[in-house]
């Protein structure tokens, strides 16, 4: 997906100008304004306001004019047009600081999760991992008692957290058997060397 950043422009009100002759043509209340907010936007999504334009015409000899260009009364009550709320301007940061919200949640939630199940480990459990070599992989829990569990290493590291989960597949699991007494298991997970949980069936669905 392509991100395109700019800056567009909204008109938010137009109308005349009140007891306000031309500069040009002198004609009386001819003077018509349009008042422009402007925004950032990433794509489609406006991100945030950034300043106003206005825009003067005649309707007489069609000159425009700058704000500049209108006598302080006038200047004045533009300044004072009251312009309708735009807070869609803010939309495109409203659905990112969701998003943040949201990934930061489910981060913890998962985290969370995986503390109450390390602590009671199911038969086919999957752990993500972080290696010490600081490649990723996962391993399947194969057998429990009291004090030890005993689990299969994956064949195959993965480079990124991401990709473990793609790693997940009963043939990639062998012959590397690993064993980890109980408290052990909960240091790695202590020492967030355990990222992830995944217990098969929980709640009757496949997780
Ligand atoms: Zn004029």
Redesign the pocket.
């Known amino acids: 997906m392509i991100f395109l950043v700019g800056t567009r422009e909204s008109n938010m009100k137009n109308g005349s100008i009140l007891n306000e002759k ?1 500069p ?2 002198g ?1 009386q209340d ?1 003077l018509y304004f349009s008042i422009y907010k402007r925004y950032t936007h990433i794509t489609l999504f406006p991100l945030f306001p950034v300043g106003k334009s206005v825009y003067i015409k ?1 309707s ?2 069609n ?1 425009n004019f700058d704000y500049e260009d209108l006598s302080e009364i006038a200047q004045l009550q533009l300044r004072n047009e009251k312009l309708d709320n735009s807070l869609w301007m803010f939309s495109g940061s409203i659905i990112i600081a969701l998003f943040l919200i949201f990934t930061i949640y489910s981060y913890f939630e998962k985290k969370d999760e995986a503390g109450i199940l390390i602590k009671n480990p199911i038969q086919g459990d999957v752990y993500n991992l972080k290696l010490n070599n600081g490649y990723y992989s996962n391993m399947r829990i194969d057998k429990i008692t009291t004090d030890s569990v005993y689990a299969t290493l994956n064949d195959f590291d993965a480079y990124m957290p991401n990709e473990i989960d793609d790693l997940n597949k009963p043939e990639n699991y062998s012959n590397r058997k690993v064993s980890y007494s109980r408290k052990d298991l909960i240091k790695l997970y202590q020492e967030n060397q355990i990222l992830k949980i995944t217990q098969k069936n929980v709640n009757g669905f496949s997780n």
């Open positions: 031309c040009n043509c004609a001819d005649c007489q000899c000159k």
